[in-house]
């Protein structure tokens, strides 16, 4: 079976600092994607970052970076120089084997103080 | 122009009711999500078409059921409403889902049954 794992329910980071989400996955599929998306408290779902499982280098979009480490199954998520409006709910998720459903992690609630 | 339209953006309903929400995108995908947001934030995949046929349903009560009249819409009818339903319920789309490209989500449904 499929699985994405957030262990961090809440995080605290000073603005303008670095922060590390961290996401952990499982699949036996070679074939795989893994994506962050963004929610802040107004609802809406973000896109930020895509990493695919055969791509070499490691996913960037501006501040954002995927820390893709194949062999440990994990996929974490970093923010540089952290804004007031990064506070927000991050979900890790990975697209399914069948007919590209995301399968989420539990979310990762991050407030950024000033 | 919005990506992926959802109506209506509150939903305020008794048990018992039937109700739909409907959904739009003017991307030009061909694939379609809805999924479901809980009370604690964690978003699960109910349906997937593409290019108006179903192929994704996942353990959804049969009391949900997804329509498709084209490509770019995909309604969600939900018969005898439960206090359970209660949720927000996002639309999405995508391009070629196995080809690692992102799901646009609408601004969500929140659903509330008394």
């Known amino acids: 079976a499929q699985k994405i794992t957030q262990t961090q329910p809440g995080m605290f980071v000073q603005e303008k600092e670095a922060v590390t989400l961290d996401c952990t996955y499982d699949t036996s599929d070679p074939s795989y994607g893994l994506f962050w998306y963004k929610q802040p408290s107004s609802g809406e779902m973000i896109f930020l970052i895509y990493q695919g499982s055969y791509d070499q280098q490691n996913a960037t979009e501006g501040r954002y970076s995927l820390n893709f480490q194949k062999a440990r199954k994990s996929a974490n998520l970093v923010i540089s120089a952290s804004q007031l409006g990064d506070s927000a709910m991050y979900f890790c998720?990975?697209?399914?084997?069948?007919?590209?459903?995301?399968?989420f992690g539990q979310g990762t609630e991050l407030s950024v103080k000033p | 122009d919005t990506a992926v339209s959802q109506t209506p953006k509150y939903l305020v309903t008794q048990m018992g009711n039937d109700k739909s929400i409907k959904c739009e995108q003017n991307l030009g995908h061909d694939t379609m999500y809805w999924y479901k947001q809980d009370s604690k934030k964690f978003l699960k995949i109910m349906f997937s078409?593409?290019?108006?046929?179903?192929?994704i349903n996942e353990t959804v009560p049969n009391r949900f059921s997804p329509k498709s009249p084209d490509k770019a819409h995909l309604n969600l009818h939900i018969n005898s409403l439960e206090l359970g339903d209660s949720a927000v319920y996002f639309c999405?789309?995508?391009?070629?889902?196995?080809?690692?490209?992102?799901?646009?989500f609408g601004p969500g449904t929140r659903l509330t049954v008394t």
């Open positions: 998720a990975m697209r399914g084997n069948q007919g590209g459903k995301l399968i």
């Open positions: 999405a789309s995508s391009q070629d889902p196995q080809a690692g490209y992102e799901q646009y």
């Open positions: 078409y593409n290019n108006k046929e179903l192929i």
